[in-house]
Structures are given as C-alpha cells and as structure tokens.
Nanobody
Framework: QLVESGGGSVQAGGSLRLSCTAS????????MGWFRQAPGKEREFVAA????????AYADSVKGRFTISRENAKNTVALQMSRLKPEDTAVYYC??????????????????WGQGTQVTVSS
C-alpha cells in the first residue's frame, strides 16, 4: 500500500529525492515518516511529518540536510536529501499510521510500511 521510489547511487555531497505514494486506498489523517536501515544495524528514524504537514521532526544526523514534505491530494510524501554522506547509505522505508495526526518518531508506532528503496552514497 506504500510504494517508495527515487533511490539510487550518488557521490558524497550530492542529492536525491525519495517519494512515497499510498496506492489502493486513502489513509485517514495519516502521520507519515521515513526510516532507514543499514546492513547490520537497527532501523532508525529519519524524518516525520504530521497529517496536515504543519509539524515535522528530524533525526539529529540529518537535520539541516533532509526535508520531509507531503501532498495529501496526491497521497504522497517526499524526502529531499541534500549534502549526502556515505553514512546515509541504507535502505529507506516509508511508513504511515492512520489517524496518527502528529509527528511520530518511533517505528513501533507505525502501521504500514513500504518495501524500501536503496540509497548508496560513495565517498
């Protein structure tokens, strides 16, 4: 129900834009988030946005470099990633919690997940 796109390979300092689209259904006031998981590491929070886009939250490691946004009319949430670093390399996952409303930073709070998209940053 959540489909990510936009991953790929880029050199350090470059940019990528990830998109996540809800397909097959419309979520009711969903809180949305992005998480990532690198090989051998636990899934970690990256960014979150409230149902109306008024509030956002970021991990300290990406603050100032990543921007989360959403277009509810298109059932889409995006993650603009700039000044990428090799340590940003991971599989990135989109997540949603219906009637979540606020920003959610704990992956246990989310109900729906995309399949993930690989982001690789080379030095």
């Amino acid at each position: 129900q959540l489909v990510e796109s936009g991953g790929g390979s880029v050199q350090a300092g470059g940019s990528l834009r990830l998109s996540c689209t809800a397909s097959g259904r419309t979520f009711d006031s969903p809180a949305m988030g992005w998480f990532r998981q690198a090989p051998g590491k636990e899934r970690e929070f990256v960014a979150a946005i409230s149902w109306n886009g008024a509030n956002t939250a970021y991990a300290d490691s990406v603050k100032g470099r990543f921007t989360i946004s959403r277009e509810n009319a298109k059932n889409t949430v995006a993650l603009q990633m700039s000044r990428l670093k090799p340590e940003d390399t991971a599989v990135y996952y989109c997540a949603a919690k219906e009637r979540g409303r606020i920003t959610l930073t704990d992956f246990h709070q989310y109900e729906y997940w995309g399949q993930g998209t690989q982001v690789t940053v080379s030095s």
